[in-house]
């Protein structure tokens, strides 16, 4: 086992996702980066076994994946070709300011999964604000040309909701939800991103693989009275989203 191999095998080994699936994310980055390039014979099953240091049956399964993403082509007698680049052209960009956190995404939609009222705010990962008694929670999610790249939990102070018209939640961003409340005024705010993979869930609803790499945003919003008036979950496809922070 060369020593390449031998770090691929402990790469999977680490990690509770099945090895096909790690394998297929590892296969469809390939062929994104140009190393396997379009039109270009990919290597064999029997040589990707030995090269990961996994059973045949585990590389078989792996190219399931990104053959029924369109990647490639197999071929009798003649061998695997790679056909599509992934597609990377839906990108979502997270803004870190505030004015740009209030801008609607060009061509996005906005789809109304749930509705419940009087829930308790869920776990924070900053500690601003004081919690309201209770809270408006909606489950959003974000698609642009049928494709989905963000599922997200919008919490309203329940006190509050009422001056929110029903149509915003399915058409502006949460923290222009915020800034547009009548009387009140967001003195703090912060964003907290979290890199981190889909679980079952997450895949299902954002149309990716487990262990897909993904990025969780929490957004909260504090009013002039110290309370927390809105907070937002947000959970982005990692290969549909950017970040950029102007440094100067």
Known sequence: M???TNATAIALQKSNVSRYIQLAGLFRRRIETGEWDIGAKIPTVKELAEQCGVATMT?????????????????????????ERPNRDLWCEVKT???GLLIARDNATIDILGDERGVMLPRRESDIGRPAPSYRHLKRRHSRAGAPFMIGDVYVDERISPLIPDESYSRITAMRIAHDLPG?????????????????ETATELNVSIGDPIAKVQRIAVDQHGDIVL???????GDMMKI???LR
């Open 2 to 4: 060369t020593s390449m």
């Open 184 to 200: 009140h005024t967001i003195e703090d705010a912060v964003q907290i991103v979290t890199i981190g993979s889909a679980d079952l």
């Open 231 to 237: 907070l937002a979950n947000g959970i982005y496809r």
């Open 59 to 83: 590389i078989r399964q792996a190219l399931d994946i990104i053959e029924g993403e369109g990647l490639i082509e197999r071929y009798r007698a003649k061998g695997t070709f790679v056909v």
């Open 97 to 99: 300011d505030w004015s």
């Open 244 to 246: 950029e922070v102007k």
